[in-house]
């Protein structure tokens, strides 16, 4: 029986990629509504067409079979998931593959890569599943290191202990998010942290990169269900004492917590577990004003309801997830419980909405279905697919994200969205398209999620690409809000995150990276400017 393979070039298994018919397809519906030119179609890479350089490092004997330079997990290993690492697989680029891939099984076959690495002068680049839409798994080092090494966690992947008491499990950072709770199951409890890239992302890579998950209020991120970490260094071993809570100086875990790999690798973490939820209410509402629908958010999330889900999709996104023509901005909003009917918070949620307007689209009971919420949850589940196929077709496709408080919305909202619709216009010659969902709500404000659509010149993508998103970050940092909300640093945010963080704090990181990895081997020029040797 063969194996079923991930893409080494793209997001999900081989048998998962689109046909060209549907490919071309998606590009025409998504052209409909953007006012942007599908191209010609390419069609992806496959193994044969990839020539990588030879690698220049080997392993030596006692790691070799935890070590892979085969060309299929080298190039497997070259990217991450955003629009460049696309537009570079399509055009059969993988010049910067690590030249070795370890899959380490355990605490010590990490130490001794590590090990050998630091004296070997080897960057080495913790990859957890490849999800990073930030560079921050691409092997960019510069000429400081003899080689790279990519360490993918796979490996380690198991749920090792549970405490059904406190309701928490000691768990293997290389785990997958469906495997994680598959090995839950049993226990009838569950993290329940469901971010988009759930099916292809690991409990080490939520963790170093502050993953935001399904909650859209109160757990929004991976940092609130994290009770203890494990991390090894190339310097040693930082392992935290697990407490609900703690105010004993700065927290080691939040230290580990968003270090991207340039700190150590997570082996492990305590996590908080919940009762799988038995109770749902779910409505869908349209409002005919953006602002009024941001505005009846913000009543809810300051009335203390804290729903599961609730997002704003504006009209033009709604009409490219096919609910309606763009005339009508959609809410979905979701309680859910494992302890307590939650009918109640839906009354008072909907009493928030309809006082800024809000007109109920769908409501559902138990055993219906809301028709509006399924097609809209269908769309977000393929887009990562469909991506694929308005990629192959030449169009561009990115997303950016962040958050801001409410009282500076309007404007953030306006100017962010209008620096980016005139920077593809810049960029390329040609109108873009531009649109704006939220993610997760705070009392304090959103966290608005942009995504652009654009027609590139073949040949100049990457050039374009880097204009646009220079520009919409200058935005994003100039009105006031964060380089990223979710999605990480890694690589591509870097000029920003260094003006955004207090220069102090840099420094103070640096030295932390000094301390925990003297060599500067972990994914160099990810939160810490690479040194130059």
Not at 169 to 175: H, L, M, N, Q, Y
């Amino acid at each position: 029986m063969s194996t079923r393979r991930r893409k080494f070039w793209g997001w999900g298994y081989e048998d998962q990629t689109l046909a060209e018919a549907d490919a071309r397809k998606v590009a025409r519906f998504v052209a409909g509504r953007t006012g942007t030119t599908p191209g010609a179609y390419r069609a992806p890479p496959r193994l044969e067409e990839i020539t990588l350089k030879a690698p220049r490092v080997a392993a030596p004997t006692s790691l070799k079979s935890v070590v892979s330079d085969t060309v299929y997990d080298r190039a497997a290993h070259s990217y991450g998931k955003s629009y460049p690492d696309y537009v570079r697989a399509f055009a059969r680029d993988f010049g910067n593959a690590p030249d070795l891939v370890a899959f380490p099984k355990t605490e010590a076959d990490i130490a001794a890569l590590l090990d050998w690495a630091g004296a070997a002068d080897i960057a080495v680049i913790p990859y957890g599943a490849g999800s990073s839409v930030v560079g921050g798994v691409e092997p960019v080092v510069g000429a400081a290191f003899k080689g790279t090494l990519s360490l993918d966690m796979a490996g380690l992947n198991k749920v090792r202990e549970i405490d059904t008491t406190s309701r928490a499990a000691r768990i293997e950072a290389g785990v997958y998010g469906p495997a994680l709770e598959a090995q839950l199951k049993s226990s009838g409890l569950t993290l329940r942290h469901f971010p988009q890239s759930f099916e292809f992302s690991t409990l080490g890579g939520w963790i170093v990169t502050r993953s935001g998950g399904h909650f859209a209020t109160l757990y929004t991120h991976i940092d609130e269900l994290v009770e203890n970490i494990r991390t090894i260094t190339p310097n040693g071993v930082i392992e935290s004492r697990r407490l609900p809570g703690s105010g004993a100086g700065p927290s080691p875990d939040r230290l580990i917590m968003g270090s991207e790999g340039a700190l150590g690798i997570v082996t492990q973490a305590w996590v908080k577990l919940q009762e799988k939820p038995r109770h749902r209410a779910s409505r869908t509402y349209f409002f005919d004003d953006f602002l009024k629908a941001a505005n009846g958010l913000r009543a809810v999330s300051q009335a203390g309801l804290y729903p599961a889900n609730s997002r704003l999709v504006d009209a033009e996104e709604c009409a490219l997830a096919g609910v309606g023509q763009g005339e009508r901005h959609l809410v979905v909003l979701t309680f859910e419980s494992g302890d307590h009917p939650v009918e109640p918070w839906m009354a008072r949620a909907e009493e928030c909405l309809r006082d800024h307007g809000g007109v109920v689209a769908a409501s559902i009971g138990a055993g219906a279905r809301d028709a509006t919420a399924d097609i809209w949850r269908e769309a977000f589940i393929r887009a990562p697919f469909n991506r694929e196929g308005i990629i192959a077709c030449g169009l561009m496709h990115d997303t950016f994200e962040t958050s801001i408080t409410w009282e500076r919305l309007p404007d953030f909202h306006a100017s962010v969205k209008s620096a980016t619709e005139r920077a593809v216009q810049d960029a390329t010659g040609r109108p873009g398209h531009v649109t704006c969902r939220f993610t997760h709500l705070y009392p304090d404000g959103p966290a608005p999620y942009f995504t652009l659509h654009a027609t590139p010149t073949p040949g100049r993508e990457l050039e374009q690409w880097r204009q646009i998103k220079t520009a919409a970050s200058d935005a994003l940092i100039r009105a006031g809000g964060t380089i990223t909300h979710h999605h990480a640093v890694g690589r591509d945010h870097m000029p920003w995150y260094e003006k955004q963080r207090p220069a102090l704090f840099g420094a103070a990181l640096a030295a932390a990276k000094q301390a925990l990895d003297p060599k500067g081997i972990l994914n160099p020029g990810v939160l810490v400017p690479a040194r130059n040797r």
